[in-house]
């Protein structure tokens, strides 16, 4: 039938045109879609970059370059628009590209200059420099303005790309100036004091649609998967069954025997298959005959009875961690407190099921290399690939993709170097390394399973006196960064995020011990807050419910001198109508996160159906300082809700001798359509520098459900995912 040769690309593209009409308004994608990989040709054909952010033409259109990983966060969007708004931007001329991995010019601050697109740090640690550097330009234009003109340059405003002096009323548009315009031998000097207060922003706040979104909706957008050029091969990796290990005896004349196979190739922790197309290397891979290394300590990893031995650990008070944080005397005011609490928190591996595969595609010429790739980590690529490919970082040339979902799994770069290898054996032809789903769950870098011991003490007010978190796992950052993980005594940012906060108590001892089991664990959506504040908020709940407070009033004692977070808990609170009746066998469950210095509260609706959680609405009150893009910002905190719950409810990657024991989604468990309740999200816009936003709807759900079966059950959940109540 007809129907069967239609690709979903093609049924995208076919028909999403009324809707994206619909969607997008006057917005125009010619204006505001992504144009392409490489932004040197866009700063050919225009005239003038009065700093590197931005190139002007004559025609007054602007071409922003946006450093971040477009992963379907609206990074694409939100970075351009600060720049916009400081350099006093016409928005409807702008036209947004990838800038290239060159970490010189392009690096985030908040990643020390590195580009990495991760942790909520992209909006943090680009606003300021973004800010900074559009005031720079704009002061360019004006300074030209102002010698064309001879006037003096502070008698000049700019609006909407366009220079106007005052006294006279003479207008000019960016574009005019870009004929014989050069650039200042020195840039002019600018402080936080010279920019814009959050009353004068006429882009940031506003209600502007994204510019991925027209291909995405069309489907015309380019992923690294879509990746094409002349002469390209493609290549199947079999991998080991236990990370570690490495191929010791390859037998491969049924597969190098399959027509359309070029050449098989060992690879770490792998055999590739190269063939004129995936599906002939997939299948040749199959005949691949491999004797493996059996020496690998994770051979020994179940997870099962790892987490046992977690758990035991945690509640071993008298063992000291690695102290992440600690003020006052918690063990002191722990012991003459009036009550004490005690309770153990458990969070299994998960996985990242990114809707894209991991695929790299490289081509390597000489003692250089080409790598086009959907990454979060430019950086990590060019360093990866130095490490493991031998080539020297300026001979490296990286294009970054669209990314089809990221969630960390991108930040890592294990997948490019498979391509750069293969690359590196098949000069001048570009190959490109596709991991299937099973491959990529073969090879996962889950979250870390976790076993955290939480001690309260309270008065006989019931107001908390001390506070002890003891969390057990294994460490990320002693793999990704180990020098700085020695250097700053064992703390890991990524573990422990979340584990801090603003609750005024004044007595903690927060403290993480680290097991090595020879698996590693990596980066996920919130990582550490969405385990931390599962168990702080159970318990902060448990607490007051045990000294027969109110969950919100307890919380906004403990936010007393934290206006921002009390905001948004009100807010969150009287969204959802918190002290009001409910439906019979429905409660409401609440909670709070200020990780990555965004204030959320969230409230959840919930029923019980067989002993399992049945969400049916969510309420979020969000407090992230200058809210970029309210928009964005509602679908951030619904989507990350949406899976922090997926998470809460089922999802469980289990390891049996250090073999992982799902491989696709049959048997892995996502939230399902029918399971995903309705999201309400308010956005508070407060004169702050931006918070992060990506992850900040994942840490508060959990708890939030959880606090609401116990209401409805009297049973504390305390572990992820959550199990039957009996």
Sequence with gaps: METNKLTRRAFIAGSGAAAVGIVLGGWSAARGGLAGLLPEAHAAAARFSPVAWVALSPDNTAVVYSPASEMGQGTMTAIPLILAEEMELDWSTVRVEQAPADPRRFGNPGFGGAMVTGSSRTVKGYYEA????????????????????????????????????????????????????????????????????????????????RVDVPEKSGGGARFGIDVRLPGMLWAAVLHTPVQGEQPLEVTDAAALAVPGVRKVVRLPGGVAVVADSFATARKARELLEVKWSEQAKARSYDSEAALAAFTARAERLDEAGAVWHKHGDAAGKIAGAARVFRATYTTDHVAHVTMEPMNCTARAQGEAIEIWVPSQSPSGVIGTVAAGAGYKPENI???????????????????????????????????????????????????????????????????????????????????????????????????????????????????????????????????????????????????????????????????????????????????????????????????????????????????????????????????????????NIRAQVEGAAL?????????????????????????????????????????????????????????PVAPAVANAVARLSGKRLRSLPFPQIT
């Design 397 to 631: 040339k990286v294009h970054i993709t669209l990314l089809g979902g990221g969630y960390g799994r991108r930040a890592e770069a294990d997948y490019s170097l498979h391509a750069a290898l293969l690359a590196k054996a098949m000069p001048g032809v570009p190959i490109q390394v596709i991991w299937t789903r099973e491959d990529d769950f073969l090879r996962a870098r889950p979250r870390p399973m976790t076993a955290q011991h939480l001690v309260a003490g309270v008065d006989a007010q019931g107001r908390i006196v001390g506070w002890r978190h003891r969390l057990v796992s294994e460490s990320i950052m002693a793999r990704t960064a180990a020098a700085a993980y020695e250097k700053s005594g064992g703390r890991d940012s990524p573990v422990m995020e979340g584990a801090d906060g603003v609750y005024g108590i004044a007595d903690q001892l927060i403290e993480h011990g680290r097991e090595q089991r020879g698996v590693d664990v990596s980066f996920w959506r919130a990582v550490g807050a969405g385990y931390t504040k599962f168990s702080m908020e159970s318990m902060i709940d448990e607490i007051a419910t045990a000294s027969g407070k109110d969950a919100l009033q307890y919380r906004l004692d403990l936010t007393a001198d934290q206006p921002r977070a009390q905001a948004v808990l009100r807010e969150a609170a009287a969204m959802a109508g918190w002290g009001r009746g409910r439906e019979a066998g429905r409660a409401l469950g609440l909670a709070f996160s200020d990780a990555w210095n965004t204030f959320i509260a969230m409230v959840a609706e919930v029923s019980l159906r067989e002993g399992r959680p049945v969400v049916h609405r969510i309420w979020a009150a969000v407090d992230c300082g200058h809210a970029i893009s309210p928009a």
């Design 643 to 699: 899976f922090g719950l997926s998470a809460a409810l089922g999802e469980r990657l289990v390891y049996k001798g250090g073999q992982v024991q799902q491989h696709n989604l049959d048997t892995y468990t996502l939230l399902r359509a029918n399971q995903a309740p309705a999201v309400q999200v308010k956005v508070m816009p407060t004169d702050n520098a931006p918070g992060g936003m990506g992850e900040v709807g994942l840490p």
């Design 130 to 209: 973004l800010r900074l550097a559009g005031l720079q330009a704009r002061l360019v234009l004006a300074q030209a303005a102002a010698e064309q003109w001879g006037v003096p340059a502070a008698e000049i405003r700019a609006e909407r790309s366009t220079l106007v002096h005052g006294p006279s009323g003479r207008r000019m548009t960016y574009g005019q100036l870009v004929e014989g315009a050069r650039a200042p031998q020195s840039l002019p000097k600018v402080d936080k004091s010279m920019l814009k207060p959050m009353s004068a922003f006429t882009l940031i706040g506003k209600e502007l649609p």
